[in-house]
């Protein structure tokens, strides 16, 4: 499978704990990007990748996110104290053009 | 603000039942409006990129306009697999490349 892999696909954790998300892009793709989906609303931007360097973070992005991208090649977002308002799918994209291709996500379920 | 107003929310037809979605936005400048597809549990499928009024793009049973303040995404004869929430999302000028303004989506169901 050559699209964009992300895992775990769901994750139940506590609130309080931290939490790590892994996303693969697309070989070839030097921009990665995070999003934030939430029931019955569209994605959210969260940050955005060329290569290694992180070039746009949204305010959405609260001091207990972070993300890297090590080596321009996977990338990692983290959550630190989670809490239940950061239950959500977290997706994420890669692109070499316009077209962003997305993966399917992880769910998040924060109790 | 950019925003993106997509309509209906829902929509319900018959297997072979044409009609339209419409996605209104307000942005700036465009740089592009993009049509996905979502599937329940999975993330967004790339449909279309339009960049200027006037464009039209096609696949199967799919067509998407462009208009200097909307996009229609046009569904010929549907079938049942056509099911699935539809988004609309666009970037704007000023902004990095992948920063997309996404709208709610219109769920679709069709029935055989």
């Known amino acids: 499978d050559t699209g964009v892999s992300q895992n775990p696909r769901h994750k139940i954790t506590k609130r309080g704990q931290n939490v790590t998300f892994r996303c693969d892009p697309i070989s070839e793709h030097n921009r990665l990007y995070w999003y934030r989906q939430t029931l019955g609303q569209g994605p959210e931007f969260l940050t955005y990748?060329?290569?290694?360097?992180?070039?746009?973070k949204s305010r959405l992005l609260s001091d207990r996110f972070s993300a890297e991208r090590p080596k321009g090649s996977f990338s990692t977002l983290e959550i630190q104290r989670t809490e239940q308002g950061d239950s959500a799918m977290y997706l994420c994209?890669?692109?070499?053009?316009?077209?962003?291709?997305f993966g399917s996500g992880t769910q998040l379920s924060v109790l | 603000e950019d925003q993106v107003t997509q309509s209906p929310e829902a929509l319900r037809l018959q297997e072979g039942e044409s009609s339209s979605l419409n996605c209104s936005y307000t942005?700036?400048?465009?740089?592009?409006l993009f049509w996905y597809r979502q599937d329940p549990g999975k993330g967004p499928e790339f449909l279309f990129t339009l960049y200027s009024a006037g464009e039209e793009k096609e696949k199967e049973r799919l067509k998407a306009t462009l208009t200097k303040k909307e996009s229609f995404l046009h569904i010929t004869a549907p079938k049942p697999e056509d099911s699935a929430t539809y988004l609309c999302a666009v970037q704007d000028d000023r902004g990095s490349q992948g920063n997309l303004i996404f709208g709610k989506g219109t769920k679709l169901s069709v029935k055989p």
């Open positions: 942005v700036s400048g465009l740089r592009g």
């Open positions: 994209a890669s692109s070499y053009g316009t077209e962003l291709f």
């Open positions: 990748f060329q290569n290694e360097a992180q070039l746009e």
